[in-house]
């Protein structure tokens, strides 16, 4: 069982940066391969981008391609997106989730829905605000 806390959300301008975290406690962590996922108001829960377990290959929605990385320490248990050229409609609650599926996490950029099939473990979320 894997147990999953985000943090580093905030309130930034638009352009500005941050940093989210996904800390995981439990066991085999290493196994998981861990996606980010997003829910602003009144939208449906959209995947953002997901790390492999097996060789860290890393997928992005084409909203958040090339401002965006996704990385892991397995050594600290911890998967981190670093956002870059933030804008408006980056606002949302932000959440990490957890799948032994590899090949989930190819999918992840296309996915959206209450209830992502395969993501067993979920964090609380985390709120991003881009606003001037």
């Known amino acids: 069982q894997v147990q999953l806390v985000e943090s580093g959300g905030g309130l930034v301008q638009p352009g500005g940066s941050l940093r989210l975290s996904c800390a995981a406690s439990g066991s085999g962590f290493v196994y998981y391969a861990i996606g980010w996922f997003r829910q602003a108001p009144g939208k449906e829960r959209e995947g953002v981008s997901c790390i492999s377990s097996d060789d860290g290959s890393t997928y992005y929605a084409d909203s958040v391609k090339g401002r965006f990385t996704i990385s892991r320490d397995n050594a600290k248990n911890t998967v981190y997106l670093q956002m870059n050229s933030l804008k408006p409609e980056d606002t949302a609650v932000y959440y990490c989730?957890?799948?032994?599926?590899?090949?989930?996490?190819?999918?992840?950029?296309?996915?959206?829905?209450?209830?992502?099939?395969?993501?067993?473990?979920w964090g609380q979320g985390t709120q991003v605000t881009v606003s001037s």
């Open positions: 989730a957890s799948t032994i599926d590899d090949l989930l996490c190819t999918v992840l950029p296309r996915t959206s829905g209450p209830h992502p099939p395969g993501y067993d473990y």
